[in-house]
């Protein structure tokens, strides 16, 4: 068999990108392809995700085909693999030139709850929509369809356009903060739409953030980043912040993966959320945290200075605090349950292996200074 970067730009060749054998040796983690059809000659000039064409007798064709592009008479369909993880492509109808996303679940996955989540993101982005977040200029993407006896959890919009990454990429090495702070402005108001119009009358459940704060430290523990010493003194920074008073809040509906690459701007006015399979009830400064841990983080990591970032921060809190009817209230109230969740996420952002050891050293470090010290606030 022929590995899928051996495979790109091999021509439009029809294929089985969806296909029960690929699925099940991508979840197994071969990454490779079956040799299901003949290869014909074509040009290199795709994406290295580049696969080559939807064959019509695969059944995502109809799916699509039927429920996204019903004014397409034989639509072709070209297809890019999007992620190295996970079972998420691209599908590009060539005579329109409208592109959809499709996301995968593996049928034979027995880690049920995995399964579960990926699924939900259907019905999380449905539910959104019919809250409001449906049009210019703050939105979440379209799901068109899904059709889980394939194995397809959604089949939605894709939105082209630079993600707050690339602000952050620019703000470092271009000096573009102007740019930045006004992409933060915007994203303040996405969230604080999308929060303000799912609140919910119950305080936020913390013993979900609580179980996900331990296996964070036992992940850290296992790829030794950390010491059983280390996940003991974590644990009971985690205890002192859960049993104190300030962790009560009220519950709102929150993205739950509040990362750079999830928010997208594809012009000067417009927000659009995207990958919405963590979205859940609980506390909002559990993604206002996560955005200023990676706000941290960004700056951290490419400059080594841990002030750089704090104005922008800064900023995205002023102005989501500014839509609240007391924002110097609000401002106070979130700040002070902030360093837990900013921390959290700075332990989150260790896990990931491609870091440099000695970095994810130093945000394990700056972890555990944030923690202590917003405990003495």
């Known amino acids: 068999m022929t590995g899928i970067g051996e495979r790109a730009g091999e021509g439009n060749r029809p294929i089985h990108p969806w296909s029960i054998l690929m699925v099940r040796q991508i979840a197994d983690g071969s990454g490779r392809l079956p040799p299901l059809h003949n290869v014909r000659d074509g040009v290199a000039?795709?994406?290295?995700?580049?696969?080559?064409?939807?064959?019509?007798t695969d059944p995502l064709y109809d799916v699509l085909a039927i429920r996204v592009y019903p004014e397409i008479s034989n639509p072709v369909f070209h297809?890019?693999?999007?992620?190295?993880?996970?079972?998420?492509?691209r599908y590009r109808e060539e005579h329109t030139n409208r592109a959809v996303v499709a996301k995968f679940?593996?049928?034979?996955?027995?880690?049920?709850?995995k399964v579960k989540r990926i699924k939900s993101e259907y019905r999380n982005l449905i539910r959104l929509r019919y809250l409001g977040l449906n049009s210019h200029p703050h939105y979440v993407v379209n799901p068109f369809c899904r059709e889980e006896r394939i194995g397809l959890a959604v089949a939605e919009e894709f939105v082209r356009g630079p993600d707050l990454d690339h602000y952050l990429k620019r703000a470092v090495t271009d000096d573009a903060g102007t740019a930045l702070r006004n992409v933060l402005e915007r994203l303040a108001t996405f969230l604080y739409l999308l929060h303000s119009k799912t609140i919910a009358t119950a305080c936020a459940p913390?013993?979900?953030?609580?179980?996900?704060?331990?296996?964070?430290?036992?992940?850290?523990?296992?790829?030794?980043?950390?010491?059983?010493?280390?996940?003991?003194e974590f644990l009971t920074l985690r205890d002192r912040w859960l049993a104190g008073p300030r962790m009560v809040a009220e519950a709102v509906t929150v993205h739950g993966d509040a990362t750079p690459t999830n928010f997208l701007f594809p012009n000067s006015e417009d927000v659009v959320g995207i990958d919405l399979e963590r979205?859940?009830?609980?506390?909002?400064?559990?993604?206002?945290?996560?955005?200023?841990?990676?706000?941290?983080?960004?700056?951290?990591w490419r400059t080594g200075s841990t002030w750089t970032s704090e104005p922008f921060i800064k900023h995205f809190l002023k102005n989501y605090c500014h839509h609240f009817p007391s924002p110097n209230t609000a401002f106070r109230e979130i700040t002070r349950r902030l360093p837990f969740y900013m921390g959290l996420t700075e332990l989150r952002i260790a896990r990931n292996p491609w870091l440099d050891w000695a970095y994810r050293k130093r945000l394990v470090w700056e972890a555990h200074e944030c923690l202590a010290w917003g405990l003495q606030r």
């Open 279 to 300: 979205m859940k009830q609980t506390d909002r400064v559990y993604d206002i945290g996560m955005v200023c841990g990676e706000l941290k983080h960004a700056f951290l």
């Open 79 to 89: 297809v890019e693999r999007l992620s190295a993880h996970r079972l998420v492509f």
């Open 206 to 232: 913390l013993e979900g953030v609580g179980s996900y704060y331990l296996r964070i430290a036992d992940k850290l523990l296992r790829q030794e980043v950390i010491t059983v010493d280390h996940v003991w």
């Open 45 to 56: 000039s795709m994406s290295a995700g580049y696969l080559g064409t939807l064959d019509r």
């Open 105 to 113: 679940f593996n049928m034979d996955d027995p880690n049920t709850a």
